[in-house]
């Protein structure tokens, strides 16, 4: 609009001059205003039709079948190329195509700022900045059939109008709309009897695809549209229904049809108080030959899922038991005052992540979680009430017989069934740890004998009647589990005592996925210390209808703050003999952990094998750590080849509490043995086989040692020794063999007058090896005097 307003100014201004001037324009010229006109878009692509991209074609890969070249063309109204100009490039909707372009700098021949960072990006929409009258980018296929329509738009520089074009796209599977396959999806998967107050109603999806993955077509017949999937209950549904939305209306049965939109219908399945629980089993079936199920199914494709229906009462409670690990969830370092105060990084206003409090109490709280399901495996309704406890005491005292074991226990226990009576053959009620009480708890691991889960109890002392028997409350569960009342006798593990270091929380309420949370607190020095923990609900006895408790129960150790720390020593330890490692772990605030396993595994890169306490290769220690956190183990290696100096020959990793060190195994060499240590060398000249040995501190033989020799040799006729081989490794017996050959060390006996021969040549040969050792050969010239004549006819024999 300024353009023009501009235009028609100097027009107006024009004719006023042209009349102030007196020159004639002849008003009857006939010539009207015309406004300039815009340029245009022309869009030219190599395809407009494309398949789907099921086989993964990059947008790079030129050329490729799912991928279209589109020219862009802008011209001013004259015909002339526009250039130095902007134009957007766009394609909806992307699900069935998106562009691509060359990399920045080249979709328009300009500046190329604001184009494709790569040639294997996808775009919805892409700028084309300083486009010199044409440009080119790609329409990509994708996994969805259907149309696309690409846009290009610019503004034109002379009348500041928008101008634009744009391209239709087809991409096609190729293989037609008939349905080749439905799913059914059930939401929630776990429904509840109405009477139980709970979710009684899943809905069922179905997706239906054509044989290339496409959702099909809304299905029509003529000018109207036809029922093409069928769904219904399988087996008996008691009094469970389906509906749906029918061509013909709403549809309520155990049979029912509907159809789908964009490919998806939707069935809802209801329970009623009569329906069996259970899985109930819901079937879809679609006609391959015509998508249409109202007339018949003459080709049926089915699918079928499951819809588990229950009561949500209480059957079953699992409480996750907590495992050290390196970064342990849910531990929480309680404090004098809340907020807790955390150090924050230098300069910073943020507290450090992981920081641990400047003022706790001396106090820890775990989170112990619970889940509870139903006898179907659903989640029990939300609010069932869950309670919890715990026991920590009597244990033994460290370094004793029973250390951090409960000496209120064992593994003989009877439970009365569907009684108060609780009986163990070697209890020790009333001696044990102190002996029982009135108000301890006993606690039932009824789960780790199978057919004793109903047995799984956690109640209440009311009286010791002896060592071996006493009175709990309330009664425990009949075993009936299968509906007959089994009494396998004394077989079930038991404890029994009361919590002095911790507590837990007494009661909490399910969640919508059955779970239940309680926090245990403990003090700090009570970490690594034996504790129990259970957790207990209320359900209904299915055979006598009466009441029933739901309890799981499970042994821990008090665990302490991630990260844990763990060190071993000494390192390295001496290989090729017996050696002690201690390893020591700690909490993430120095607290040893008390009772943890410690594993290892060796690494002898060089060959050899290694034991610890007994095991080869990879274990346990035999002892867990004490109440200083540490664990001492007996390692053995034999065979582990010499280190080379400054260099381990192994290592030793050591595990614990979710950690892992590693200590080096070092074999050094004592001394090196050489046998002969001295050779003669007569007129003729020798060879001398040697043979050198490396033997360890304690005198163990050491396999895998770099020994190399060097000789010398002086005198004589020429005197030298030469030795095969340079240099060798000692065998597995620790040995290394050479061959030293001397000559010139004696001159020859001649006839002659007694004559002092005074150079008869000396040498020697020095193997060395790492760490500095070495032995010596000597070699030494002898005139063959002995048997020469007498007298001797050789001068140098005698003066």
């Known amino acids: ?344 990084a230098s300069g910073s206003v943020t507290p450090s992540p992981n920081a641990i409090p400047t003022n706790p109490d001396a106090t820890l709280s775990l989170v112990v979680s619970a889940k509870a399901q139903d006898r179907q495996g659903n989640p029990v309704l939300p609010g069932t009430p869950i309670r919890f406890g715990s026991v920590d005491t009597p244990v033994g005292a460290p370094g004793s017989k029973n250390d951090n074991q409960f000496l209120l226990s064992g593994i003989d226990g009877n439970p009365q069934e569907g009684g108060t009576l609780f009986t163990a053959p070697t209890g020790q009620f009333t001696t044990g740890g102190g002996g029982a009480g009135p108000g301890d708890a006993l606690v039932v691991f009824g789960k780790a004998v199978q057919g004793n889960d109903d047995l799984e109890s956690a109640v209440t002392v009311q009286s010791v009647t002896s060592a071996t028997s006493l009175v709990a409350s309330p009664g425990f569960n009949l075993n009936d589990t299968t509906g007959v009342s089994v009494d396998y006798g004394p077989v079930l593990p038991y404890l029994i005592g009361r919590s002095q270091q911790g507590s837990v929380t007494a009661q909490a309420v399910t969640d919508a996925k059955g779970v239940v949370h309680a926090s245990l607190t403990y003090t700090v020095k009570s970490v690594g210390n034996a504790v129990a923990i259970w957790a207990q609900g209320d359900g209904v006895d299915r055979v006598t209808n009466g009441p029933r408790r739901v309890t799981d129960a499970g042994v821990l150790a008090y665990p302490g703050v991630a990260p844990a720390t763990i060190s071993a020593s000494p390192d390295p330890i001496l290989g090729d003999t017996t050696a002690t490692v201690t390893v020591c772990v700690a909490d993430a605030l120095g607290i040893p952990l008390r009772g943890q396993t410690v594993s290892f595994q060796f690494a002898l890169s060089g060959g050899g094998t290694g034991t610890v306490d007994g095991q080869t290769g990879s274990g346990t220690f035999a002892q867990v750590t004490g109440v200083n956190g540490c664990a001492t183990g007996n390692v053995v290696t034999t065979g582990v080849p010499a280190s080379a100096a400054g260099a381990t020959s192994g290592s030793l990793k050591l595990s614990a509490a979710g950690k892992s060190t590693s200590v080096g195994i070092s074999v050094q060499i004592a001394t090196l043995q050489v046998s002969p240590n001295s050779v003669s060398v007569p007129s003729a000249g020798v060879t001398a086989a040697i043979t050198v040995t490396a033997r360890t501190a304690s005198g163990g033989l050491v396999p895998g040692v770099l020994v190399t020799g060097t000789c010398t040799a002086s005198g004589g006729l020429n005197a030298a020794i030469a030795l095969t081989p340079g240099s060798a490794t000692t065998s597995n017996a620790g040995t290394a063999m050479f061959s030293a050959v001397a000559s010139g060390f004696v001159k020859p006996g001649s006839l002659g007058p007694p004559v002092v021969q005074p150079s008869n040549g000396t040498g020697t040969c020095v193997f060395t090896a790492s760490g500095n050792n070495s032995a010596t050969v000597t070699f030494n010239g002898t005139a063959n005097c002995a048997t020469d004549f007498s007298p001797p006819s050789d001068p140098s024999c005698h003066p």
């Open 1 to 344: 609009m300024k353009f023009f307003g501009k235009t028609l100014g100097l027009l107006l201004a024009s004719l006023v001059l042209a009349s102030c001037g007196g020159g004639g324009g002849g008003g009857g010229s006939g010539d009207a205003f015309q406004p300039p006109q815009s340029g245009s878009i022309t869009l030219t692509a190599t395809t407009t039709t494309l398949p789907l991209n099921t086989a993964g074609y990059d947008p790079a890969q030129r050329g490729a079948p799912t991928q279209a070249e589109v020219t862009i063309v802008w011209r001013n109204a004259n015909g002339t190329l526009v250039n130095g100009h902007d134009i957007a490039v766009s394609i909806s909707p992307i699900t069935v195509a998106a562009i691509s372009c060359l990399a920045a700098g080249t979709s328009g021949g300009g500046s190329g700022s604001g184009t494709c960072a790569t040639t294997s990006d996808l775009y919805g929409s892409v700028p084309i900045t300083g486009i010199n009258g044409q440009a080119t980018v790609f329409v990509n296929s994708r996994l969805t059939a259907g149309t696309t329509t690409l846009v290009v738009t610019a503004t034109d520089p002379t009348t500041g109008r928008t101008v634009s074009a744009s391209l239709v796209f087809t991409v096609t599977s190729g293989v037609g709309s008939s349905p080749a396959s439905v799913t059914l999806t059930p939401s929630p998967t776990g429904i509840y009897l109405p009477s139980s107050g709970g979710t009684n109603s899943s809905a069922i999806s179905a997706t239906v695809r054509d044989g290339g993955g496409q959702l099909i077509p809304d299905p029509v017949s003529g000018n109207s549209g036809v029922d093409n999937i069928q769904f219904e209950i399988i087996g008996n549904a008691g009094d469970a229904r389906l509906s749906t939305n029918s061509v013909s209306g709403s549809s309520t049965g155990t049979k029912v049809s509907s159809h789908t939109v964009h490919g998806v219908a939707t069935a809802s399945f209801q329970a009623g108080d009569q329906t069996p629980q259970g899985p109930i089993q819901i079937r879809a079936t679609v006609d391959r030959a015509d998508n249409n199920v109202s007339n018949g199914i003459q080709d049926p494709v089915t699918f079928t899922t499951s819809v588990i229906v229950s009561d949500g009462k209480l059957y079953s409670i699992q409480v996750t038991s907590p495992v050290f690990a390196a970064n342990l969830p849910g531990i929480t370092i309680n404090c004098v005052t809340t907020p807790c105060v955390v150090p924050t």
